[in-house]
């Protein structure tokens, strides 16, 4: 199968296409003849195992829902000990409910690693995100639907995985909300479609923050997963600044109701012009993308199998760099820290170049390595496959 990331979900459409004419705008739909390729994420025969493994302290994140009228949503009844009680959930699939599992990209290494491509893609095109692209599971019986009318404060790619769903789009927004809604679903209902669709296995529907939507299973069982983004808003920015500018943790000063709008206003705006510095803003910037990074954890993968294989690196070992750590240099003074996903290798200021070269090249031998003697070459190829930002290339 081929790799998954944004691009490939686009099918002909390119990443900064979508960025330009789509993003935080307009919903759009993306059909795909690969009927089968997100198979290798999710199938139906998986979900019953997901439940069945989920610890005590994960049964909050599967759950049911069914809202025919109004907003409805079913906690999952428990064992003795705790765990997801799977007859229990069975039954409520028979009576209509959707069934979804949350935490997708934790629970399931592929859907990990597509999430971790999203955000790189993401960010390497200056998209500033405030948390995790996170993935939930949505399995819903036939001619059933799960959630009501609804937007999500959010913005949503829908990978239809199994069966087809019919989606709602209504000509009416939320104004960039901050907090997801659920119903009430008789006023919303009352605004035309904007968009009215049949998504099928392979095919994905892009819904920007704030639209209202619904959607609901045809003849067949629909399986679809969800990707939650969360690009970073002015209001998130202006809190970073104003958390940060002790006149605003000040109470009120008494008497406030009896000052006159004009002195209320002056009061007001010299705060706020003290502030909103704009390069402070540049540097909390900084601040939050160097915390995102700092917060990657390392994907699974087949990391101890290449643990035991570094011992075998020679200056001939063909090795590839992953992106999906987000690696980048720091250098202080005479000291350069090269960061990637739960790692950190510091090494002396005149290995630069040796580290430039492996964030500029994608795949290459060790030997290749500028500017380090034999030793050195070995040693630090041997640390990065460890740490997983390289990986051996098998014969």
């Not at 294989?309 to 250098?331: F, H």
């Not at 990637?340 to 290995?351: C, M, S």
Request: charged share 25%; proline share 5%; net charge negative.
């Amino acid at each position: 199968m081929s790799k998954l990331d944004l691009t490939s979900l686009l099918v002909k459409l390119s990443v900064g296409a979508f960025l330009d004419q789509y993003w935080l705008k307009d919903a759009l739909v993306v059909r795909s003849t690969e009927r089968s390729r997100f198979r290798a994420l999710l199938s139906l025969a998986a979900i019953e195992p997901l439940i069945a493994a989920s610890s005590p302290s994960e049964a909050g994140s599967i759950g049911l829902v069914r809202q025919r009228e109004g907003i409805a949503a079913t906690s999952l009844r428990g064992t003795k000990d705790g765990r997801i009680n799977l007859a229990a959930v069975r039954d409520a699939y028979q009576e209509g409910f959707s069934v979804f599992v949350s935490q997708l990209h934790r629970r399931v290494a592929s859907v990990g690693v597509l999430c971790r491509s999203i955000e790189c893609e993401l960010l390497s095109l200056g998209v500033v995100l405030s948390d995790r692209v996170v993935a939930q599971a949505y399995l819903t019986p036939p001619d059933a639907q799960g959630f009501s009318i609804h937007y999500d404060d959010h913005e949503v790619l829908v990978l239809q995985v199994e069966g087809n769903k019919e989606w709602f789009l209504y000509d009416r927004d939320a104004i960039l909300p901050v907090k997801p809604q659920l119903g009430p679903e008789r006023d919303n209902r009352d605004h035309p479609l904007s968009l009215r669709t049949t998504l099928e296995p392979g095919d994905v529907i892009y819904i920007p923050r704030g639209l209202f939507h619904e959607a609901r299973a045809t003849e067949s069982h629909s399986l679809h997963i969800s990707l939650s983004i969360y690009p970073t808003t002015w209001l998130e920015l202006t809190r970073l600044l104003l958390d940060q500018e002790p006149c605003f943790r000040e109470a009120l000063p008494v008497g406030l109701g009896k000052l006159s709008p004009d002195a209320l206003n002056q009061a007001l705006s010299s705060r706020l012009h003290s502030a909103i510095d704009p390069d402070l803003a540049v540097e909390r910037l900084a601040d939050q993308l160097t915390q995102f990074q700092d917060n990657l954890e390392p994907l699974p993968g087949d990391g101890f199998s290449q643990i035991n294989l570094a011992r075998t690196i020679g200056l001939d070992t063909i090795v590839v760099r992953s992106d999906a750590n987000l690696p980048r240099i720091i250098v202080d003074d005479t000291v350069l820290r090269f960061v990637a996903a739960g790692a950190v290798f510091e090494a002396d200021i005149d290995h630069l170049p040796a580290f430039e070269f492996i964030l500029a090249q994608h795949r290459f031998a060790v030997g290749d390595l500028p500017e380090l003697d034999s030793d050195s070459k070995i040693d630090i190829a041997r640390r990065l496959v460890c740490d997983g930002v390289l990986s051996i290339v098998s014969d």
